[in-house]
């Protein structure tokens, strides 16, 4: 990688003068600027800013830094870090990110971030979770994005599951469904019960029993969304499904809810409509027919955790942000 000293030799000018050409080019002739460039261009040469920021200048821009855990791993968790990035860069900030893959590589990571010396430290996770505070980010200005602790001096910027399934829960009996088949993620993640206890208030609201609801969770792990179409197929029938309308957990689930409630001559939604939960990234508009589903508010989470930074907030609670139904023709 070139140096400054390599680019000071190349345009034949003094270490000095090339700084002088990166952080105050009016202070420089046209002609030694243009030289001292397009030695810079030659070489590919990148200003080192965190040594730059060592030694305090002011010229760099503040920097979030994020700690991201397993964020990186699904598209839909991307939009966390590509909105944060954005709004660092609209107010004039820079992000880098410091991916977290597991604990035997929490010290080394945390270690990298803290050298780059950024004002702010957001650390993230794919899927709501709790979440333990390294000791040495402890004493940092940091918020919490898609994750919770139990220190309460830590702010966190979170999907509101609970709202998200009752507003849908109440648009589906606003449509007239009266008996949903209920398939819930794990009981063990996080977002399973907020997103049960919205449904079933929704029906309580409605004067509809809740004790009638048919409700089950899949089992914790990747090879049990399979277990999908043996919980679908207990309730069809041959006068046909004994649900109207199949409430899924996430889109995943619904994804083999359609394959198999289509390879056994199903319509949807004539037959059973479908809902999801999440808006998997350039999914849902795959579905055939287009999968109603709520959207986690990723973009709204990685604004609102850079803002926190930027804007210095005081708030040390946990925020809840919306999640919107997107009705398309499953229901």
């Given at each position: 990688?070139?140096?400054?000293?390599?680019?000071?030799?190349?345009?034949?000018?003094?270490?000095?003068?090339?700084?002088?050409a990166?952080?105050?080019?009016?202070?420089?002739?046209?002609?030694?600027?243009?030289?001292?460039?397009?030695?810079?261009?030659?070489?590919?040469?990148?200003?080192?800013?965190?040594?730059r920021?060592?030694?305090?200048?002011?010229?760099?821009?503040?920097?979030?830094?994020?700690?991201?855990?397993d964020?990186?791993?699904?598209?839909?968790?991307?939009?966390?870090?590509?909105?944060?990035?954005?709004t660092?860069?609209?107010?004039?900030?820079?992000?880098?990110?410091?991916?977290?893959?597991s604990?035997?590589?929490?010290?080394?990571?945390?270690?990298?971030?803290?050298?780059?010396?950024?004002?702010?430290?957001v650390?993230?996770?794919?899927?709501?979770?709790?979440?333990?505070?390294?000791?040495?980010?402890?004493?940092?200005?940091?918020?919490?994005?898609?994750c919770?602790?139990?220190?309460?001096?830590?702010?966190?910027?979170?999907?509101?599951?609970?709202?998200?399934?009752?507003?849908a829960?109440?648009?589906?009996?606003?449509?007239?469904?009266?008996?949903?088949?209920?398939?819930?993620?794990?009981?063990?993640?996080?977002?399973?019960?907020p997103?049960?206890?919205?449904?079933?208030?929704?029906?309580?609201?409605?004067?509809?029993?809740?004790?009638?609801?048919?409700?089950?969770h899949?089992?914790?792990g990747?090879?049990?969304?399979?277990?999908?179409?043996?919980?679908?197929?207990?309730?069809?029938?041959?006068?046909?499904?004994?649900?109207?309308?199949?409430?899924?957990?996430?889109?995943?689930?619904a994804?083999?809810?359609?394959?198999y409630l289509?390879?056994?001559?199903?319509?949807?939604?004539?037959?059973?409509?479908?809902?999801?939960?999440?808006?998997?990234?350039?999914?849902?508009?795959?579905?055939?027919?287009?999968?109603?589903?709520?959207?986690?508010?990723?973009?709204?989470?990685?604004?609102?955790?850079?803002?926190?930074?930027?804007?210095?907030?005081?708030g040390?609670?946990?925020?809840?942000?919306?999640?919107?139904?997107?009705?398309?023709?499953?229901?």
């Amino acid at each position: 990688m070139a140096s400054l000293k390599d680019v000071a030799k190349l345009a034949s000018v003094s270490i000095m003068t090339v700084s002088r050409a990166i952080n105050n080019p009016q202070k420089l002739r046209a002609e030694t600027y243009l030289r001292v460039k397009q030695a810079i261009d030659e070489l590919n040469y990148v200003p080192d800013f965190s040594a730059r920021k060592i030694r305090g200048d002011r010229t760099v821009p503040p920097s979030i830094g994020v700690l991201a855990l397993d964020t990186a791993t699904t598209p839909f968790s991307v939009e966390l870090l590509l909105s944060l990035e954005k709004t660092a860069q609209q107010h004039g900030w820079s992000t880098f990110v410091i991916n977290l893959f597991s604990d035997k590589e929490a010290e080394v990571a945390q270690e990298q971030l803290l050298s780059l010396r950024p004002a702010g430290i957001v650390f993230t996770t794919m899927g709501l979770r709790k979440v333990q505070i390294p000791e040495k980010l402890q004493d940092k200005p940091l918020v919490l994005a898609n994750c919770i602790t139990d220190d309460m001096s830590v702010a966190s910027y979170i999907p509101d599951d609970f709202q998200g399934q009752y507003q849908a829960t109440k648009r589906l009996i606003e449509k007239g469904y009266r008996r949903p088949l209920c398939i819930y993620l794990p009981e063990n993640i996080l977002a399973s019960g907020p997103r049960r206890a919205g449904l079933e208030l929704a029906w309580r609201e409605a004067g509809l029993d809740v004790s009638a609801l048919k409700q089950v969770h899949i089992t914790y792990g990747e090879e049990h969304y399979l277990d999908t179409v043996k919980m679908i197929a207990q309730y069809l029938t041959d006068a046909g499904p004994d649900f109207d309308v199949l409430v899924c957990g996430n889109d995943r689930i619904a994804f083999i809810a359609y394959q198999y409630l289509l390879s056994r001559g199903l319509r949807i939604p004539q037959d059973v409509a479908v809902l999801g939960y999440d808006n998997m990234v350039g999914i849902g508009d795959l579905f055939l027919p287009g999968l109603t589903t709520v959207q986690l508010p990723h973009l709204e989470i990685g604004r609102q955790a850079a803002l926190h930074i930027i804007e210095q907030r005081a708030g040390l609670k946990v925020e809840a942000l919306p999640c919107p139904l997107l009705e398309r023709a499953s229901i």
